[in-house]
């Protein structure tokens, strides 16, 4: 069997799966490529980077989270975060009953230059948003929303730029390409 690896810059509001019974935007819509599948999922209201493969055997443990393969995500939250917010942030967040590991977590500024995002995230005059990198080990349902809200700044737009090595520069979105030989063979030493 010949192994598939893709890149995609997802879109907003579209679904990390091939079908919908909603009816709403799924990757089926922009990657015509039969038999692969999302290694690891972005939320319909998040943006960015997905690995695309038929590889099972390296979906499996670039998902599963005791290998700790890293992700980073461009984050924009509402006000302006504390060092404390942060520092719990680098330490892990209590989120109900788990912690979360501790993440990698740098101030972007100026913020990032991405495409404007349609719709775009609501405004307020005297309410001002910060950019952040956050790096995860992990990837839970939902996590970087859950922490950024449990430090006390919700995320208003949440960008996946990178899996381990694979960066999202020069994919715009709704673009997908498949991987240089070189990039492949990084991602299989990963498996």
């Keep these: 069997m010949k192994y598939r690896y893709l890149l995609f810059n997802k879109p907003y509001q579209v679904l990390c799966q091939f079908q919908d019974e909603q009816g709403r935007k799924t990757l089926k819509d922009y990657v015509p490529v039969p038999g692969v599948y999302a290694a690891g999922r972005l939320d319909y209201d998040s943006e960015g980077l997905v690995l695309l493969t038929n590889d099972g ?13 890293p992700r980073t995500y461009w984050v ?6 504390t060092p404390a917010a942060l520092a719990a942030l680098r330490q892990g967040v209590r989120i109900q009953d788990w912690t979360t590991r501790p993440a990698e977590v740098v101030l972007l500024s100026p913020e990032p230059a991405l495409p404007p995002r349609e719709p775009p995230i609501r405004f307020r ?27 006390g700044y919700p995320t208003l737009r ?14 715009a979105p709704g673009e ?12 299989r030493q990963l498996g």
Excluded: F, K
């Design 57 to 69: 055997r390296l979906q499996h443990r670039l998902t599963d989270p005791r290998y700790g393969h």
């Design 158 to 171: 949440l960008v996946r730029v990178a899996i381990g090595e694979l960066h999202l520069q020069g994919l």
């Design 176 to 187: 997908w390409r498949e991987l240089t030989h070189q990039e492949q063979q990084r991602l």
């Design 125 to 151: 005059r005297h309410i001002p948003t910060t950019w952040l990198s956050l790096t995860l080990r992990e990837g839970r349902n939902r996590q970087v929303r859950r922490m950024t809200a449990a430090v």
């Design 76 to 81: 924009q939250v509402e006000g302006c975060p």
